[in-house]
């Protein structure tokens, strides 16, 4: 298809009075609405009139969406690096574990600790009597015996070894051999 003076003329006709490009392309016939685009942009036309759909539009009534309410931006006054970060409600949680009493001379905070020391933490580290084990560990491991014991569990069995099954049941597999029918010898058929 190939646009001659007289499509183009009518493109033009239909570009004034408002018309979409696939409406213009319809009319036109033998045309794809991107066709229609193309040669408007070639031609630099512009300046479209207004259509009867867009001029007779209806507003929108707007739904009032329920409002949420706004959080201060700034509740707090100063510095807020000093405030706790958290509101105790319950007990402080106790551990049902020993734990090992280590004499106040013996306390090492994390920066006293040494390569070989025990590094299982006591405490809580928001108070002053926060301190490390600080025994011999053990080699390879970050903690003495005594926490080792605490922080590692033993491996358990797998499950498959946990099946036991009694030995009147376990059938030596020779015997299975020897009862099982023989694949090349010759079955007995009856006649």
């Given at each position: 298809?190939?646009?001659?003076?007289?499509?183009?003329?009518?493109?033009?006709?239909?570009?004034?009075?408002?018309?979409?490009?696939?409406?213009?392309?319809s009319r036109i016939g033998g045309v794809t609405r991107n066709a229609v685009i193309g040669k408007v942009h070639r031609l630099g036309l512009s300046g479209r009139a207004t259509t009867s759909r867009t001029a007779t539009a209806r507003p929108r009534a707007r739904i009032a969406a329920p409002r949420r309410p706004v959080k201060p931006r700034f509740a707090a006054v100063g510095s807020t690096a000093l405030r706790p970060s958290f509101h105790l409600e319950a007990e402080p949680y106790v551990s049902s574990y020993e734990e090992l009493e280590i004499p106040e001379k013996e306390r090492k905070t994390l920066l006293e600790l040494s390569e070989a020391?025990?590094?299982?933490?006591?405490?809580?580290?928001?108070?002053?009597?926060f301190h490390f084990c600080?025994?011999?560990?053990?080699?390879?491991l970050p903690y003495c015996e005594f926490h080792a014991r605490r922080a590692f569990q033993p491996v358990q069995p797998r499950r498959r070894d946990k099946t036991i099954v009694p030995a009147d049941q376990i059938i030596p597999q020779q015997a299975v051999l020897a009862t099982a029918p023989d694949a090349d010898a010759k079955q007995p058929v009856d006649a």
């Open positions: 298809m190939s646009w001659n003076d007289e499509r183009v003329e009518s493109l033009k006709k239909l570009w004034a009075e408002g018309l979409s490009a696939s409406q213009i392309a020391s025990c590094r299982w933490p006591i405490g809580d580290p928001q108070h002053a009597e600080n025994r011999s560990k053990i080699t390879g």
